[in-house]
T-cell receptor, first 117, second 109 residues
Framework: GAVVSQHPSWVICKSGTSVKIECRSL??????MFWYRQFPKQSLMLMAT?????????EQGVEKDKFLINHASLTLSTLTVTSAHPEDSSFYIC?????????????FGEGSRLTVL | GIQVEQSPPDLILQEGANSTLRCNFS?????LQWFHQNPWGQLINLFY???GTKQNGRLSATTVATERYSLLYISSSQTTDSGVYFC???????????FGTGTRLQVTL
């Protein structure tokens, strides 16, 4: 299968600061990446779709100014949580498609656990 | 949007037992995947299965797209099978993945 890597795995920050999470496809080019959020004991919720070279598409209810997504290359997408607050504490996980199309299998990174104090 | 329901929500098995997990979805889908989320949160790809049956070791999956459900079979369960199992469906032109509600499995000795 394809390899997707996230960094950092864990991050603790103070309220009001910004945090950047990286998602990399290591052995393939990913024209599309997806960002998900998971609260404890809940399912994964799609936050946004990231397309290389264009603006991200956000799901309803997700603040685009709060969660900045950049997909500047075919192997890297970043999620920046701006002015983080304790309610932003969550598990963030990205996925990438190993196919230059719309129906390929999705692979996930290891996830990033954010704690905002 | 599409609804994806999984059952049972929680399952406790003794090591060696077999189980069937179900995934129902409310609309047509492009494709379907099964994942195992381990205690550290990582999602492990199990199956990519739009229709038919696939097997991988002690695990197998069957998707009946026309009836909008998929089943995951776990045979001879082991403690390392513990975790949460998610099905997820691909929908729309961008083939976004919508996750099911999950089944939390605990395998005991």
């Amino acid at each position: 299968g394809a390899v997707v890597s996230q960094h950092p795995s864990w991050v603790i920050c103070k309220s009001g600061t910004s945090v950047k999470i990286e998602c990399r496809s290591l052995d393939f080019q990913a024209t599309t990446m997806f960002w998900y959020r998971q609260f404890p004991k809940q399912s994964l919720m799609l936050m946004a779709t990231s397309n290389e070279g264009s603006k991200a598409t956000y799901e309803q209810g997700v603040e685009k100014d709060k969660f900045l997504i950049n997909h500047a290359s075919l192997t890297l997408s970043t999620l920046t949580v701006t002015s983080a607050h304790p309610e932003d504490s969550s598990f963030y996980i990205c996925s990438a498609r190993n196919y230059r199309g719309y129906t390929g299998e999705l692979f996930f990174g290891e996830g990033s656990r954010l704690t905002v104090l | 949007g599409i609804q994806v329901e999984q059952s049972p929500p929680d399952l406790i098995l003794q090591e060696g037992a077999n189980s069937t997990l179900r995934c129902n979805f409310s609309d047509s889908v492009n494709n379907l995947q099964w994942f195992h989320q381990n205690p550290w949160g990582q999602l492990i790809n199990l199956f990519y299965i739009p229709s038919g049956t696939k097997q991988n070791g002690r695990l197998s999956a069957t998707t009946v797209a026309t009836e909008r459900y998929s089943l995951l079979y776990i045979s001879s369960s082991q403690t390392t099978d513990s975790g949460v199992y998610f099905c997820a469906v691909h929908t729309g032109t961008a083939s976004k993945l919508t996750f099911g509600t999950g089944t939390r499995l605990q395998v005991t000795l």
